[in-house]
């Protein structure tokens, strides 16, 4: 069996990134939404890092999420840690070739 080289992985954590993106429209719209909210600014006073904080900006942007959207969240994440594989094996094999 041939081993995948680090150009595969890379590849194909960009497919898997590119349909996350592509299903979690609605949810980044949110997100941008939640960053730009007038409300952010009394919370920097209060303090960012609180567990009611977080628990106010976790809900206000993930609540309503289906499960189309939990798993294209689940699919960018799986992306990003494909590509660092790919990345790591493409160093890897570079200092073995020297």
Do not use: Q, W
């Amino acid at each position: 069996m041939k081993k995948k080289s680090g150009k595969t992985f890379i590849l194909s954590g960009l497919i898997l990134l590119f349909a996350g993106l592509l299903t979690d429209i609605r949810v980044i719209l949110r997100l941008l939404k939640a960053i730009t909210a007038p409300e952010l600014d009394k919370i920097g006073i209060i303090g960012g890092a609180d567990e009611p904080t977080a628990r106010f900006l976790i809900e206000s942007i993930f609540r309503d999420m289906n499960i189309i959207e939990k798993a294209g969240l689940l699919l960018i994440i799986i992306a990003l840690v494909l590509i660092i594989i790919g990345i790591i094996k493409c160093i890897i094999n570079k200092h073995n070739k020297e």
